[in-house]
């Protein structure tokens, strides 16, 4: 969504950011700097920004971090440039879906040799702990799709063991379940059920817990799919669903967010009560798929992004799914304009470097 509704990529000078990041630093009090855009790693300039900031904050107690990366060998070289000050953590990539289908359908051009290269490169380089982001309940994925990212991740640590020549490599499998999100290609798209998003989960964790070889090697973070249903229900309610959010906190519903205060039964039986004579109960928010003719709630609200566009994208996926297509559609920093709208909907352009500016080093006072 963020993707989508914050279009087109407007990015901020080094400058800027080496300003923010100072300014964070002494105005706050904080001493760990994490730079969190959307995509960081895309930035024109991130090589001198990562080194220009490693070389002002070296030796001091600042920590600098790319919290998530895209599977890219040239990520791991920033991150050698973030971690001079610190420790070697974990790096973090997200190839996001477990096959090769689910990550074309989400149009994350992410090959399987992509990704155990740049893991080769990670290991090789002294990392010890990789971190893999998946998502759990994309459209159409079946259990097999889920079940792929257990063989991803034992050819990880296949492949670590290789590169270093030793046993104590390890990968953490994080995975979140996907909920459809309003301003983007999936509004339309059928949520996957909490029951099933269970049982896809437990499946892989069994798959990767029997392994003799690797189980032991391969961490697994994942949280059951009842809060994702009422993240669902949030995300793509209408205001009937305000009738609902009132009733749990009238119910004693306070900070849902966390895990030890949220209870789902709080939740359905809420919307039983407010969404009772409506017609509609909370599958029809979330697990029910939409139609082109449908009036969406949040229509009236402008993103500048062409409805007509996001449908086109929506049907694209689903062709990408069935195998009766194989568009991939890259990114418009550096392919020409493909028309979703936003440009001259909202009279803006996208603005690049690169500059060719570098930082220097910081007085010290
Ligand atoms: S209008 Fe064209 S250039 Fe602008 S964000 Fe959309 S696709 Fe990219």
Same mark, same amino acid.
């Given at each position: $969504?963020?993707?989508? +509704? @914050?279009?087109?990529?407007?990015?901020?000078?080094?400058? @800027?950011?080496?300003?923010?990041?100072?300014?964070?630093?002494?105005?706050?009090?904080?001493?760990?700097?994490?730079?969190?855009?959307?995509?960081? &790693?895309?930035?024109?300039? +991130?090589?001198?920004? &990562?080194?220009?900031?490693?070389?002002?904050?070296?030796?001091?107690?600042?920590?600098?971090?790319?919290?998530?990366?895209r599977v890219d060998a040239f990520n791991i070289t920033l991150a050698n440039e973030f971690s001079r000050n610190g420790r070697r953590s974990g790096l973090t990539f997200a190839p996001e879906g477990g096959s090769e289908r689910m990550r074309k359908v989400i149009n994350k051009m992410v090959s399987?040799?992509?990704?155990?290269?740049?893991?080769?490169?990670?290991?090789?380089?002294?990392? /010890? *702990?990789?971190?893999?982001?998946?998502?759990?309940?994309?459209?159409?994925? @079946?259990?097999?799709?889920?079940? $792929?990212? &257990?063989?991803?991740?034992?050819?990880?640590?296949?492949?670590? /063991?290789?590169?270093?020549? $030793?046993?104590?490599?390890?990968?953490?499998?994080?995975?979140?379940?996907?909920?459809?999100?309003?301003? @983007?290609?999936? *509004?339309?798209?059928? *949520?996957?059920?909490?029951?099933?998003?269970? /049982?896809?989960?437990?499946?892989?964790?069994?798959?990767? /817990?029997?392994?003799?070889r690797y189980g032991r090697a391969i961490g697994f973070r994942y949280h059951d799919g009842k809060p994702g249903i009422v993240e669902g229900l949030l995300s793509r309610g209408d205001r009937r669903v305000g009738a609902i959010i009132e009733q749990v906190w009238r119910d004693g519903g306070r900070f849902d967010g966390w895990s030890e205060h949220f209870s789902y039964d709080r939740w359905m039986t809420a919307a039983s009560l407010a969404l009772a004579g409506t017609g509609i109960d909370v599958d029809w928010y979330t697990t029910r798929e939409r139609d082109y003719d449908e009036v969406l709630p949040w229509d009236h609200l402008d993103s500048g992004l062409d409805k007509d566009w996001l449908w086109g994208d929506w049907e694209d996926a689903l062709a990408v799914a069935d195998g009766s297509s194989d568009v991939e559609i890259e990114d418009c920093r550096w392919t020409p304009c493909y028309d979703c709208g936003v440009c001259p909907e909202m009279n803006t352009e996208i603005q690049i470097g690169p500059t060719g500016h570098t930082l220097l080093p910081l007085a010290v006072v």
């Open positions: $969504q963020a993707g989508m +509704i @914050t279009r087109p990529v407007r990015e901020r000078s080094i400058e @800027t950011i080496a300003a923010m990041v100072e300014n964070g630093i002494r105005k706050s009090g904080f001493e760990e700097v994490g730079l969190l855009s959307l995509s960081s &790693a895309d930035h024109t300039e +991130i090589g001198e920004i &990562a080194k220009g900031l490693a070389d002002r904050y070296e030796g001091s107690n600042v920590s600098l971090s790319l919290p998530s990366t399987e040799e992509d990704l155990i290269r740049t893991v080769a490169a990670a290991y090789s380089h002294g990392w /010890r *702990q990789v971190k893999l982001y998946f998502m759990v309940g994309l459209p159409t994925e @079946t259990d097999e799709d889920v079940l $792929q990212v &257990a063989d991803l991740a034992k050819k990880v640590i296949a492949k670590g /063991r290789e590169v270093t020549g $030793q046993n104590d490599i390890r990968c953490t499998v994080s995975i979140g379940g996907f909920v459809p999100k309003p301003h @983007t290609p999936f *509004q339309w798209a059928a *949520q996957l059920d909490h029951e099933t998003t269970d /049982r896809r989960l437990k499946k892989l964790r069994d798959v990767v /817990r029997e392994d003799k």
